[in-house]
């Protein structure tokens, strides 16, 4: 099978789908992460006074961390970060449809659109405007992910809300995903932050009992073609 994960920022999908995206890799699937914003840009006033030298180093971090993982490729691309409204949606959604006639992916995972974060709700709008289900798309399934430190604090007043349908069982992975989001040096935060390896083992376990697993990561089905 062949996966790809269509996140906003780096690090957005060790928190949405890390256990998962390991999970396909020890099973043999080729999975393609494609994150598209250039991240961290944002915390300055003025986009061009972020050092470079950061940028660098957190997009390593983002290869090291699809690494981690077992992930075939990990893409890091320059959309402005938290601006993605200043960019034609059309141009986010043509780029999507480049990656999807790279990877012909079987199944996409990204963000759910009730979320905080303007860009995740974008990346959302712009994979399914890419991945129209025409006759000769290989793109079956497509399911969203929440994201930890966004997708809660929208307190369900942004868009609708995250109901999750699919479980996917990680307990032999949460370690994996842990350690991916330590490799985010500059993203990573201590408890009780969403963002702490405390609350994403949290998490993992909520979504577990969910569903009768010790750890588990949630989605919503957006359409499975079969």
């Known amino acids: 099978m062949n996966v790809l994960v269509v996140a906003a920022h780096p690090d957005d999908e060790v928190l949405g789908c890390g256990g998962t995206i390991a999970r396909h890799a020890a099973d043999g699937d080729q999975v393609h992460i494609a994150i598209l914003g250039e991240g961290i840009t944002s915390r300055h006033n003025d986009r061009?006074?972020?050092?470079?030298?950061?940028?660098?180093?957190?997009?390593?971090?983002?290869?090291?961390?699809?690494?981690?993982?077992?992930?075939t490729s990990v893409e890091v691309f320059d959309l402005p970060d938290n601006r993605f409204d200043t960019v034609s949606q059309l141009d986010i959604s043509k780029r999507i449809e480049q990656l999807v006639?790279?990877?012909?992916p079987d199944e996409i995972y990204t963000?759910?659109?009730?979320?905080?974060?303007?860009?995740?709700v974008i990346t959302h709008r712009a994979v399914l405007t890419a991945?129209?289900?025409?006759?000769?798309?290989?793109?079956?399934t497509i399911c969203t992910f929440e994201v930890a430190s966004s997708s809660e604090w929208a307190f369900d007043s942004t868009g609708p809300t995250f109901a999750p349908s699919v479980f996917i069982d990680i307990e032999r992975f949460l370690d994996a995903k842990?350690?991916?989001?330590?490799?985010?040096?500059?993203?990573?935060?201590d408890f009780p932050h969403p963002r702490s390896t405390q609350?994403?083992?949290a998490q993992a376990k909520r979504w577990g009992a969910a569903c009768g697993r010790a750890a588990a990561e949630a989605?919503?089905?957006?359409?499975?073609?079969?």
């Open 131 to 140: 991945t129209r289900p025409m006759s000769k798309s290989a793109v079956k």
């Open 219 to 226: 989605f919503q089905l957006v359409r499975d073609i079969r």
């Open 101 to 104: 006639g790279k990877h012909q």
């Open 48 to 71: 061009s006074d972020a050092d470079a030298c950061v940028l660098d180093s957190l997009h390593s971090h983002a290869k090291r961390a699809g690494q981690i993982l077992g992930a």
């Open 199 to 201: 609350a994403l083992r």
């Open 178 to 189: 842990c350690e991916a989001m330590s490799a985010y040096e500059t993203e990573a935060r």
């Open 111 to 120: 963000h759910h659109p009730g979320d905080l974060n303007l860009d995740h």
